[in-house]
C-alpha cells in the first residue's frame, strides 16, 4: 500500500489562502488504510479548518479512490463553484485529479511517503521503491533498493555494526537481513553471482499491455 502522512496544518493553511471555497476530498483505499486520508481523517481536517477559517466555506466529500477516473468522475457535481479542491490522496491520487478538472487547482493535503507496511498501530515501514525490475527473487524477500540505506545491490557496505545499519542505528542492515533469509532458504549461492546490472532507462515508467487494449477497444 502506500503510505503518507498529513501535511503540517500551518503549510496546509498557506495553500488554501487564496481560495474562498474549498472542497475537501479524501481517499477510501491506501489512504484509509494508512490513516492518513480516509473519513476519519478528512473529518478531522474538516474540523480543524472550519475553526480557523471562519470567512471560507469548505466543503467535504470521500470517494473510494482517487486515482480511478470512474470515482474521480463523481466529484463533477460538486466542484463548479469551488475555487480549488484540497485532496488527501496520494501523490498518484492528486494528479489524476488535477488532469481530470485542469482548470481547478488541487491541493495536497498528505505528503506521499512510500509503498510499505504497518508493522504494528502507528509505525509503517517502507518495503518497495517500485523499480520496475524485481529482484526479491534471489534477496530471499528483502528490497536492498529500498530497505538498504545506500540501495547497494552487490552486498553490504561493511560498515553494519551488531546487525543495524551505519546510516542509522534504528534500522536493521538490510543486507544482513538478506544473508540469513538466503541462507535459511538454502539459497546463499545468490550472493556470490555477479550482481544484476538495473536499467534506470526504465524510469519515468509507462506500462503498456496490447492485449488489454485490443480487448478494450473490440
Ligand atoms: S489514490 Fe493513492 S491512496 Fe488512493 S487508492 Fe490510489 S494509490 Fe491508493
Ligand atoms: S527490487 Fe525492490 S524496489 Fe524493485 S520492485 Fe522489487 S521490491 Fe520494489
Given at each position: ?44 481536517l ?33 466542484i ?6 484540497l ?43 517500485a ?26 557496505c561493511?560498515g ?59
Amino acid at each position: 500500500m502506500i503510505i503518507a502522512e498529513q501535511k503540517p496544518f500551518a503549510e496546509i493553511q498557506d495553500m488554501i489562502a487564496p481560495y474562498g471555497k474549498l472542497l475537501l476530498v479524501g481517499c477510501g483505499t491506501c489512504m484509509t488504510f494508512c490513516s492518513a486520508g480516509g473519513p476519519d481523517e478528512v473529518n478531522k481536517l474538516a474540523e480543524a479548518l472550519y475553526s480557523e477559517n471562519k470567512d471560507r466555506l469548505i466543503e467535504k466529500t470521500n470517494i473510494p479512490r482517487q486515482c480511478s477516473m470512474k470515482f474521480i468522475d463523481r466529484l463533477e457535481k460538486k466542484i463548479h463553484d469551488t475555487e480549488a479542491i484540497l485532496s488527501m490522496a496520494c501523490g498518484n491520487g492528486v494528479q489524476a485529479v488535477a488532469s481530470r478538472f485542469p482548470e481547478k487547482p488541487v491541493l495536497p493535503a498528505l505528503n506521499t511517503r512510500f509503498i510499505g507496511i504497518k508493522e504494528e498501530p502507528g509505525v509503517w515501514t517502507e518495503m518497495c521503491t517500485a523499480c520496475g525490475d524485481c529482484i526479491l527473487w534471489r534477496t530471499g524477500g528483502i528490497c536492498p533498493v529500498t530497505r538498504c540505506a545506500k540501495g547497494l545491490l552487490n552486498g553490504p557496505c561493511g560498515g553494519a555494526s551488531e546487525g543495524r545499519c551505519e546510516v542509522s542505528k534504528d534500522r536493521p542492515c538490510a543486507w544482513q537481513q538478506i544473508y540469513h533469509a538466503l541462507k535459511r532458504l538454502n539459497m546463499l549461492h545468490y550472493l556470490k553471482e555477479k550482481p544484476q546490472v538495473k536499467d534506470w532507462r526504465i524510469r519515468p515508467g509507462i506500462v503498456i499491455r496490447e492485449d488489454l487494449r485490443e480487448v478494450e477497444a473490440t
